[in-house]
């Protein structure tokens, strides 16, 4: 599957190899847009929108061996030989599998605030309710939606990101593959070990890294290194951006964050 991208050519030409930033669930390309922004003066940047995200094509299956294998075939469209994937909490998990299906297409592999793990707790079941609220409300306008949504979310920052990807009355999500796929979106089949440099951000107030998975971790990541964006949760690239490019350009360049 050929997905919905964008590419930004590096303004500096002495860049290295390109980045692919790949969002999270219920996200877009438009999600990591301020990392996009400053990596694009050192790197050729390609900001992705997921199967069943965005404007990509939508499909019953969601599995991260289908979604990586999207990401090769949308690499090859561009003519991209070898990548440095960053990927968000889902996205980060598609950045993962590509290393199994394809680890020499891979230079270096940044993971933001998920973890190789099967994950038991469900997340999500109240931005599944809200969202179909919404559907049933039959509401156009984001204004509409939004109060209909705060009936079912308290967090507000939640709330504006789901909206970004409603648009006329609906959503640029396919719910009902989301919903039907959601097990496969928790969960994580392990792979071989990597033996390249990877980077592990961690939002110091998130639940998603814990101490626990540090062993199942480097048995697959066994060159990776772990940074804490202190007082950041889940969404730490948006919480605290120039803390997230610092541990990004500094491991991009070889040099361990500090």
């Not at 592990?200 to 998975?213: A, L, N, V």
Request: net charge neutral; with cysteine.
């Amino acid at each position: 599957m050929i997905l919905n991208a964008r590419l930004q050519t590096a303004q500096n030409a002495a860049s290295s190899s390109p980045v692919v930033l790949i969002h999270g669930l219920f996200g877009s390309l438009d999600n990591l847009g301020v990392l996009a922004r400053d990596l694009a003066y050192s790197h050729d940047v390609l900001q992705l929108d997921l199967r069943n995200h965005g404007l990509s094509p939508r499909s019953d299956e969601m599995t991260y061996a289908a979604m990586a294998r999207d990401v090769l075939e949308t690499l090859d469209e561009y003519g991209i030989k070898q990548v440095t994937p960053i990927g968000h909490s889902m996205g980060g998990k598609v950045a993962m599998a590509l290393s199994a299906l394809a680890p020499e297409r891979l230079d270096k592999l940044v993971v933001i605030d998920i973890a190789p793990v099967a994950y038991p707790v469900r997340r999500h079941d109240k931005i599944f309710a809200a969202i179909r609220a919404v559907s049933n409300a039959g509401v156009t306008t984001r204004q509409d939606a939004a109060e209909i949504m705060r009936k079912h979310l308290a967090e507000e920052g939640v709330i504006q990101f789901l909206l970004k990807s409603f648009s006329q009355g609906g959503w640029r999500f396919n719910v009902p593959a989301l919903w039907n796929n959601y097990d496969d979106i928790l969960g994580w089949e392990p792979v071989p070990a990597w033996d390249r440099p990877a980077l592990f951000i961690r939002g110091g107030e998130s639940p998603y890294i814990q101490d626990s998975c540090r062993d199942t971790l480097l048995k697959q990541f066994p060159r990776s290194r772990a940074y804490v964006i202190a007082g950041a949760g889940h969404w730490a690239h948006a919480e605290k951006p120039q803390a997230v490019l610092r541990a990004i350009h500094r491991f991009l360049n070889d040099v361990a964050p500090v």
